[in-house]
C-alpha cells in the first residue's frame, strides 16, 4: 500500500463539476492499492500516517500531528501510485489491484485512520474521474510505502 501525503490548507474533491468533499488545515492522501495489501498494510499506514509528524509547533518545527492540530484528512484512491515505468515509455498498472480487491480495502483503510485520528476522514469516489485541488502547505509531501516499513 503507498500513500502520498500532502499538508495542505485546504483541498477538495470535484465529481462532474460539483465539490464532492472538502476540507481546511490538514493532509491530502493519495492511496495506491495493490492485490498483495493486508489488513496489516491498513493497520501500519493509518498508525503511521495518524502519528506522523509534519506540521509546526510553535517553534516553527514540524512536531505536531494532524490530530495535534486537530486536523482534517481527505483520502483518495491513485491506483497510479503502483505505475511500472521500467520498460518502454507507457507506465504499466499491472501492480495495481483491481476494484473487487482494492474497494475493501480503500474502505477500511479510511475507517482505520477514522478510528486513528479520532475524527470523520472525507474521500473522493473510488473509480471516477476526479478533480482533487489543493493548497500545498510548505509545500510537505511525504512518500510511504507498507512494503518498506523495515
Known amino acids: 500500500m503507498r ?19 472538502e476540507i481546511e488545515q490538514g493532509l491530502l492522501i493519495l ?3 495493490e492485490a498483495a495489501d493486508t489488513q496489516e498494510d ?16 510553535e517553534n516553527e518545527a514540524m512536531n505536531l500531528s494532524v490530530q495535534d492540530i486537530n486536523g482534517d484528512c481527505l483520502v483518495v484512491s491513485q ?5 511500472n515505468t521500467k520498460k ?10 483491481k476494484p473487487e480487491i482494492a474497494i475493501p480495502l480503500y474502505e477500511k483503510f ?7 485520528t479520532n475524527r470523520n476522514v472525507r474521500t473522493g469516489r473510488f473509480g471516477d474521474m476526479m478533480e482533487v485541488a489543493l493548497i500545498n502547505d510548505g509545500p510537505v509531501t511525504i512518500w510511504i510505502d507498507s512494503k518498506k516499513r523495515e
Open 3 to 21: 500513500a502520498l501525503i500532502q499538508r495542505v490548507k485546504k483541498a477538495s474533491v470535484t465529481i462532474e463539476g460539483k465539490i464532492f468533499s
Open 31 to 33: 492511496l495506491g492499492i
Open 42 to 57: 491498513i493497520d501500519w499506514l493509518a498508525g503511521k500516517i495518524a502519528r506522523l509528524r509534519i506540521f509546526s509547533d
Open 79 to 83: 491506483f497510479t501510485l503502483h505505475a
Open 88 to 97: 518502454g515509455n507507457r507506465p504499466s498498472f499491472i501492480n495495481a489491484a
Open 110 to 116: 479510511v475507517l482505520q485512520l477514522e478510528n486513528e
